[in-house]
């Protein structure tokens, strides 16, 4: 006789813990050279379009990208004086870095 269609069988089977079927919200983070202003105007564009479960940081001019998938760079480019250097830099480091979850890190620079 099988023991699988035991109805106590069945009811533990409904009560495990499922695994997830999806990988969830990659994790951004939006560097910038300002103080406010930027972070101010990033944080209204995730309120304004209900991003609320994604998971995005921005801060100024930090270091430390382990839990990200990718990183943006904003800087206004009417006050940088390199700014084809900072260009430069920040796609140089496309790729070259790994997360926490052992997957290479996407770099963006947005002027």
Same mark, same amino acid.
């Given at each position: ?5 035991? +109805?106590? #069988? /069945? ?7 499922? $695994?997830?079927? !999806? $990988? ?5 983070? #939006? @560097?910038?050279?300002?103080? $406010?202003?930027? +972070? ?5 564009? /995730?309120? *304004?379009? /209900?991003?609320?479960?994604?998971? %995005? ?5 930090? &270091? ?6 990718? %990183?943006?760079? %904003?800087? =206004?480019? =009417? =006050? *940088? ?6 260009? &430069? !830099? @920040?796609?140089?480091? *496309?790729?070259? *870095? ?9 770099? &963006?620079?947005? +002027?």
């Amino acid at each position: 006789m099988a023991r699988d269609n035991h +109805p106590k #069988i /069945r009811q533990d089977n409904k009560l495990q813990r499922k $695994k997830a079927l !999806n $990988k969830g919200a990659d994790r951004l983070l #939006i @560097v910038t050279e300002g103080e $406010k202003t930027e +972070p101010y105007y990033f944080g209204e564009i /995730r309120t *304004h379009y /209900r991003l609320s479960t994604a998971r %995005v940081e921005i801060m100024q001019s930090k &270091y430390g990208t382990k839990e990200y998938e990718s %990183v943006y760079c %904003v800087f =206004d480019r =009417d =006050d *940088h004086p390199n700014f084809l250097n900072a260009l &430069y !830099n @920040v796609n140089a480091q *496309h790729r070259k *870095h790994k997360n926490d979850n052992k997957e290479l890190i996407n770099f &963006y620079a947005t +002027p």
